[in-house]
């Protein structure tokens, strides 16, 4: 090879590396936002996906299930309490158990989408992206009779395919504004309270977990003894308690 060559064809090789750094760049830039020092940041810039709604309401929601052995016990207290929340249920979780998922919508809660498989959506390529996203909303809208309105990503780390295709299936993506680290070995009742209530506001978004699928085994139980005093905290301060739907950020 002739030395001009040799150096057009490293010049194409450089460029070629760039073109697919910038692509891989576009990709994952969404999922800078799930980093959560960054979480005040992204309720200020982009506050509606970031899960701010009606300073006079909180969105309960819950991810992982259904879970035939966890889920029926919250299904249980927000029945006792009256309060409706926002599931998002995972598409191999449904298909174990569709009768589930038919009972949460009849109880009138919310049903969403986190997905067919709990993965990162970064190490997904579009076309995969795609079916799992499709794959899920599917399921959701075939057991449940409803079709969603909100999805969530799995650890709340978006790509620009997720949100596309998201938005190409009539779903708005949403994160939230408090977690209760309730996923975690060790978590109680007073450390899923403590965390979620540290920095609520009116207007936010819970993220809680009514399935240990992807998490610590029985770490549910931590978020069920920690449901009611948190309804009870958002009561005593005139949050009205309730799904995405009634949030305010359709």
Known sequence: MSPVLGIGA???????????????????????????????LRRRLFPRFGGVGDPGHVALTF??????????????VLEHRGVKATFFLLGFMLERDPGLGREIAAAGHEVAVHGYLHRPMVLRTPAQTRDD????????????????????PPYGIATTSALRTARRLDMTPVLWTSWGLDWRAGATGSSVYDTVTGNLDGGGTILLHDSDCTSAPASWTATLS??????????ERGWKLGPLADHGIS
């Open 10 to 40: 490293r010049g194409a090789v450089k460029a070629a590396a760039v073109v697919a750094g910038g692509l891989a760049l576009a990709h994952a830039a969404p999922a800078v936002t799930s980093i959560q020092p960054l979480e005040p």
């Open 226 to 235: 920690a449901l009611p005093r948190l309804l009870d905290h958002c009561e």
């Open 63 to 76: 991810d992982d299930g259904p879970d035939p052995l966890s889920t029926p016990r919250f299904l249980k």
């Open 133 to 152: 996203l499709s794959r899920a909303r599917d399921l959701v809208a075939s057991a449940t009779g409803v079709s969603p309105r909100w999805y969530r």
